[in-house]
């Protein structure tokens, strides 16, 4: 008989490299910090404000789930009807096919997201499809969370991971990124570390010339060209930047821009009423990233 380590240390050949993206909702502490055991409702001032708190709280990570939902969902819809894809022929289009298949997977966790490609997955001819899906959802929850009056921070990273069930990933790269989010990140900004900048500029210079290795540098030099340094020295997710909103954003970044520019602007000034130094600083930081990445009226 085996005993359970013995059968993790059988299938270590199970893990692999993983690109992780790791997304927290700001703000739970505050809705939470003065809740305790549920109980009974004396009033109906009690159970309405019970309810305010579920709104505030579960409310906004249901809203969350379901937004990252929606973009991983509306980046993939059109492709199976493609109307170039129609043009091929049948041998064709089974390459096309190949050169377009992810694979990205979501695990919720509490009051944050970590969504995740497999780089060692054998029947995907191009990670760098699920990889440019984790910085366009990424960047989109940051620039959507601003507008809509729920910011969030994340940050995104390569290193080893294993799935101890389907969906379910344990490694250095959950740590790594959650790391990177959680110290790093600081306020809203997606983080990008310097492994995952390493994967991206490797494969954006690769000079192969079949169509997957030409797929996968096209889409490298785009998520490269996603991508800030910030006045720290960390190298961000730049969604307010050309190449996001050519690729990402379109239409909706004006939109999207007003809404959390204004949000910026008010969170500033609260900061500042309160003397909250720390939040103060922060949003004035991001205040003057907003401020030098005006758009262009469409």
Known sequence: MTDDTDNLASNAFAAYNYCVSFIDLLGQRDALKDEGLLKAFESDTEEKRFINTLKESIGAITKLQSRADDLLREAQKDRPNSPFRATLSQQQQTIWDEMLRERVSTQRWSDGLVSFVNLGDQTIKCHLNGVFNLFATAGSLCFMGLASRKPIRGAIDIAWGMEL????????????AYELESIVAQYPRIVVGTRAIQFLD???????????????????????????????????LHYLGDDFRNAVSYDHHNDLYAESHAFVREQLGKHQEAADSKLAFRYAHLLSYFEAHRPNKA
């Open 202 to 236: 490797a494969h954006g210079r690769n000079p192969e010339q079949d169509v997957y290795s030409a797929n996968n540098r096209a889409l490298a030099q785009l998520c490269l060209g996603m991508l800030a340094r910030d006045t720290d020295g960390v190298w961000i």
């Open 165 to 176: 069930h389907p969906g379910e990933l344990y490694g250095a790269a959950v740590a790594r």
